[in-house]
């Protein structure tokens, strides 16, 4: 399946922030489990390329896998060397939302307003992350759905999960990125599999 129909069947990407590469396939056979078809390993983890290289070998296939935190043009190519093919930043940078595109990558870029959305549209994102999305809320989102193209999704991530899911869907989030709801380094695999399955009825729910 290609990037496009993963996110289409369920458009809830894992963010695994401080996952060690003796773990990261197991996490990734519980969220698979469950339903989840996106998984990103923030750069600010132990040993993320080896993490991201091993998620692309076993999951590449099947799951749209790649980093978080992407901050450099650097790690775009390391990460794209590694075999991830999902860049999710936590800011609005041209440059690395351009060399993304280039690498033939999902990119998804972080922004807060206006401004920084239309600025990553112009640098080549197909979709956006609205982040950190709690601390505006939901009217702050609903206001930039107005004038942010209807062509581009928008993904809400920080501070939403399974208990108010619904509520930003129903405004017009396209979708979530779920980090410390699904996983922390000392949640077991069964459960991450467990929260896993909550977010995903949640969603189907909404």
Known sequence: MNPEELLAELPIVAIL???????????????????????????????????????????????????????????????????????????????????????????????YTPSEGFAAIAAGAKTLKLFPASTGGIDHMKAMLAVIPKSVPVYAVGGVGAANMAEWKKAGAAGFGLGSELFKPD???????????????????A
């Open 17 to 111: 922030r401080g996952v060690s590469p003796d773990r990261v396939l197991g996490v990734a056979e519980a969220l698979y489990g469950a339903g989840i078809r996106a998984i990103e390993v923030p750069l600010n983890s132990p040993e993320p390329f080896k993490s991201i290289g091993l998620l692309a070998r076993e999951f590449g296939e099947r799951c749209l896998t790649g980093a978080g935190t992407v901050l450099t043009v650097v790690d775009v190519d390391r990460v794209a060397d590694a075999g991830g093919k999902l860049l999710v930043t936590p800011n609005t940078n041209p440059a690395v939302i351009a060399h993304g595109v280039e690498r033939d990558m999902t990119v998804m870029p972080g922004f």
């Open 187 to 205: 949640f077991t695999d069964e459960d991450i599999a467990a929260r896993a399955a909550r977010c995903v009825a949640a969603f189907r729910a």
